[in-house]
């Protein structure tokens, strides 16, 4: 399934094997297990990614906002299912999506002037990932659009502080 890129079906499918193997001693189970728990967040996110592409091609706003939500649902659900079986790496690349796919959906309402709601949708986005400092700018200049001065620049401050790795040396 994974392979056909039918990720609802590949979920389905590890989703099945976890819950009807987690119990199993048998070894060749247990791996089988193991690899449905890895490979179950990355399915998730797959299914989310799929879905804000699908919101970003939309023309209909209901269609869009449909999509956007259905992309945020698997995103989270990978980020949980990722953590659930201690999968770091599967937990950050979700938490990285989630950003981004608030960073798009925030942004039509941030070029388009309406910056409360842009706040409201890049706040969510920055939960998510705060590293993202596209983002963040962004949130802290809807802020300051919004005269929340203040809470504008407690994020530019945050991100004039971020640790710049490449730059380091």
């Given at each position: 399934?994974?392979?056909?890129?039918?990720?609802?079906?590949?979920?389905?499918?590890?989703?099945?094997?976890?819950?009807?193997?987690?119990?199993?001693?048998?070894?060749?189970?247990?791996?089988?297990?193991?690899?449905?728990?890895?490979?179950?967040?990355?399915?998730?996110?797959?299914?989310?990614s799929a879905?804000?592409?699908?919101?970003?091609?939309?023309?209909?706003?209901?269609?869009?906002?449909?999509?956007?939500?259905?992309?945020i649902a698997?995103?989270?659900?990978?980020?949980?299912?990722?953590?659930?079986?201690?999968?770091?790496?599967?937990?950050?690349?979700?938490?990285?999506?989630?950003?981004?796919?608030?960073?798009?959906?925030?942004?039509?309402?941030?070029?388009?002037?309406?910056?409360?709601?842009?706040?409201?949708?890049?706040?969510?986005?920055?939960?998510?990932?705060?590293?993202?400092?596209?983002?963040?700018?962004?949130l802290a200049?809807?802020?300051?659009?919004?005269?929340?001065?203040?809470?504008?620049?407690?994020?530019?401050?945050?991100?004039?502080?971020?640790?710049?790795?490449?730059?380091?040396?």
């Amino acid at each position: 399934a994974v392979e056909a890129k039918d990720y609802a079906k590949a979920a389905e499918l590890f989703e099945s094997v976890i819950n009807e193997g987690s119990e199993e001693e048998d070894e060749t189970i247990a791996g089988c297990v193991k690899n449905a728990q890895n490979n179950l967040p990355v399915v998730y996110t797959r299914l989310g990614s799929a879905a804000a592409g699908a919101a970003t091609k939309a023309t209909d706003a209901k269609v869009k906002d449909a999509k956007f939500a259905e992309a945020i649902a698997h995103l989270e659900k990978a980020v949980a299912k990722a953590k659930s079986y201690r999968n770091t790496k599967a937990a950050a690349a979700a938490n990285n999506m989630i950003g981004k796919v608030y960073q798009v959906q925030g942004g039509e309402a941030f070029n388009a002037k309406d910056y409360a709601t842009a706040a409201a949708v890049f706040e969510k986005g920055y939960a998510a990932n705060p590293r993202n400092t596209d983002m963040a700018l962004n949130l802290a200049t809807s802020y300051c659009e919004l005269g929340k001065y203040d809470e504008g620049m407690a994020i530019y401050d945050k991100i004039c502080k971020m640790p710049a790795d490449k730059y380091a040396a």
